[in-house]
T-cell receptor, first 107, second 114 residues
Framework: RKEVEQDPGPFNVPEGATVAFNCTYSNSASQSFFWYRQDCRKEPKLLMSVYSSGNEDGRFTAQLNRASQYISLLIRDSKLSDSATYLCVVSGEELTFGTGTRLTIIP | DTEVTQTPKHLVMGMTNKKSLKCEQHMGHRAMYWYKQKAKKPPELMFVYSYEKLSINESVPSRFSPECPNSSLLNLHLHALQPEDSALYLC?????????????FGPGTRLTVL
């Protein structure tokens, strides 16, 4: 079983829609959780950290469920510029990356 | 300055060449990392430097040799690479020595080995 699993997609979503991704992790001792986005042929960029209480940044909401060992990302009112690969990242002794979910927003 | 810079942006080298990748950050971060990323795959950790000392080597072949001359600089020396080493090489840094901190990535060096 992979340490961090994501649905690779692709998710093709119309502009303005709401889209949600989930990510599961296997190491219950994991301490920190992040969502990164990566545009084609670019470096990963931190989108948001994920806190136990959940957190929101504009159109983006991240949730952590330690009991079920998953994190989620919700994007509301999606924009064309949201098209990217979204990487779930879990930190224990190292950062472990999920395989990424490819999102394409369709005009 | 919240930027990690990497040079060169692109590199093409033969299997007998020796080249170096460079990474620099001026955020006062104490940990720096090298990752390798193949197309459509997530980054794979290669090395971690913490307070200028190598703390993690993920069983990387010796044809890759990291160096941390000071707290702001990280190099990756390349020698006798194979075509399968062609990839995007990403440098990252984080504030603390612990890897639990969020990491900031440079733009990467796209390496092609002929």
């Amino acid at each position: 079983r992979k340490e961090v699993e994501q649905d690779p997609g692709p998710f093709n979503v119309p502009e303005g829609a709401t889209v949600a991704f989930n990510c599961t992790y296997s190491n219950s001792a994991s301490q920190s959780f992040f969502w990164y986005r990566q545009d084609c042929r670019k470096e990963p960029k931190l989108l948001m950290s994920v806190y136990s209480s959940g957190n929101e940044d504009g159109r983006f909401t991240a949730q952590l469920n330690r009991a079920s060992q998953y994190i989620s990302l919700l994007i509301r009112d999606s924009k064309l510029s949201d098209s990217a690969t979204y990487l779930c990242v879990v930190s224990g002794e190292e950062l472990t990356f999920g395989t990424g979910t490819r999102l394409t927003i369709i005009p | 300055d919240t930027e990690v810079t990497q040079t060169p942006k692109h590199l093409v080298m033969g299997m007998t060449n020796k080249k170096s990748l460079k990474c620099e950050q001026h955020m006062g971060h104490r940990a720096m990392y090298w990752y390798k990323q193949k197309a459509k795959k997530p980054p794979e950790l290669m090395f971690v430097y913490s307070y200028e000392k190598l703390s993690i080597n993920e069983s990387v072949p010796s044809r890759f040799s990291p160096e941390c001359p000071n707290s702001s600089l990280l190099n990756l020396h390349l020698h006798a690479l194979q075509p399968e080493d062609s990839a995007l090489y990403l440098c990252a840094s984080s504030q603390g020595a612990g890897v639990v901190d969020e990491q900031f990535f440079g733009p990467g060096t796209r390496l092609t080995v002929l």
